[in-house]
């Protein structure tokens, strides 16, 4: 299995320019989570999709921040406008939860986002 | 409130050194508990798990048992490594299947 995949690894952008970042769970699994991971605030769930739905989108920081899901096998977190607080290494998770009463949620390698 | 709470590092320790990460949380009932590690560069990988009371889980010569009287699911390993230089995260599951994660712990083990 090759894991959760997420792209880019790497990111710099410059403030005010749109940003996506792309994430692809481990088939057959049916949570997808997104976190934030910075030095202040350590590790933060952001948003998290049950069956495609997002079921808690409580840690989306701001309007400038968006997630969706089209199908089981692809999300994307988008930053609009990003600005330099937004630089954080984001991850993508996912579990299969339902289908195996399997808690563990499974990480990918990350996103490094850096916004000038 | 709901959280999970680990000693702050960084623990730098000699190879072959004892090992002990404490992490303490609180929560309503029982929750599922994890260890995470995470190496430089890469995202977290879960280290162990215990999913009720008295449970012990363990990985690679590390271990944790799941303390429902002292709320606390402290990491050890006899004999570490100097590839087991990382940061180690607890966390634990809420009823909605999201991780809680403490602050995590940045372990430096010198050859």
């Known amino acids: 299995d090759a894991g959760v995949i997420q792209s880019p690894r790497h990111e710099v952008t410059e403030m005010g320019q749109e940003v996506t970042l792309r994430c692809k769970p481990i088939?057959?699994?049916?949570?997808l989570f997104w976190y934030r991971q910075t030095m202040m605030r350590g590790l933060e769930l952001l948003i998290y999709?049950?069956?495609?739905?997002?079921?808690?989108d409580s840690g989306m920081p701001e309007d400038r921040f968006s997630a969706k899901m089209p199908n089981a096998s692809f999300s994307t977190l988008k930053i609009q406008p990003s600005e330099p607080r937004d630089s954080a290494v984001y991850f993508c998770?996912?579990?299969?939860?339902?289908?195996?009463?399997?808690?563990?949620?499974?990480f990918g390698p990350g996103t490094r986002l850096l916004v000038l | 409130g709901n959280s999970v709470t680990q000693m702050e590092g960084p623990v730098t320790l000699s190879e072959e050194a004892f090992l002990t990460i404490n992490c303490t949380y609180t929560?309503?009932?029982?929750?599922?508990l994890f260890w995470y590690v995470q190496y430089p560069g890469e995202g977290l990988q879960l280290l162990l798990k215990?999913?009720?009371?008295?449970d012990k889980g363990s990985n690679k010569g590390f271990e944790a048992t799941y303390r429902k009287e002292t709320t606390s699911f402290h990491l050890e390993k006899g004999s570490v490594q100097v590839s087991d230089s990382a940061v180690y995260f607890c966390?634990?599951?809420?009823?909605?299947?999201?991780?809680?994660f403490g602050s995590g712990t940045r372990l430096l083990v010198r050859p």
């Open positions: 999709f049950n069956n495609n739905v997002p079921i808690d």
């Open positions: 966390a634990r599951m809420d009823s909605s299947y999201k991780l809680i």
């Open positions: 929560a309503t009932g029982y929750p599922s």
């Open positions: 215990a999913t009720k009371a008295d």
């Open positions: 088939s057959g699994h049916d949570y």
């Open positions: 998770a996912s579990s299969s939860q339902t289908n195996t009463g399997d808690e563990t949620q499974y």
